[in-house]
């Protein structure tokens, strides 16, 4: 079942950088990110759970929070750029 998350995961990192090069415009690119950085995050979790260890937790949640933030600035950027 993990080498199945795994698999799954990693289709959809490929997923989101081909839309993060491709994408027409700016706001689809910012989305593209944010998905890339979501799956990270599961990765993370998923190798996590795939161990028995909890040592990365942390660093899942600092991953998670700083692609909030970047996800936020980028969307404020675009909303005063007006579009």
């Given at each position: 079942m993990?080498?199945a ?9 490929a ?7 491709l994408g ?15 799956t ?16 990365f937790l942390?660093v ?6 700083v692609?909030?933030?970047g ?11 007006g579009?």
């Amino acid at each position: 079942m993990i080498v199945a998350a795994t698999v799954l995961l990693v289709a959809s990192a490929a997923c989101f950088m081909t839309r993060a090069v491709l994408g027409p415009s700016l706001a689809d690119r910012v989305v593209a990110i944010d998905g890339f950085v979501v799956t990270i995050v599961a990765v993370i979790l998923v190798d996590s759970i795939r161990t028995g260890s909890p040592w990365f937790l942390g660093v899942a949640v600092v991953v998670a929070f700083v692609g909030f933030v970047g996800t936020t600035a980028a969307a404020r950027f675009i909303e005063r750029r007006g579009g």
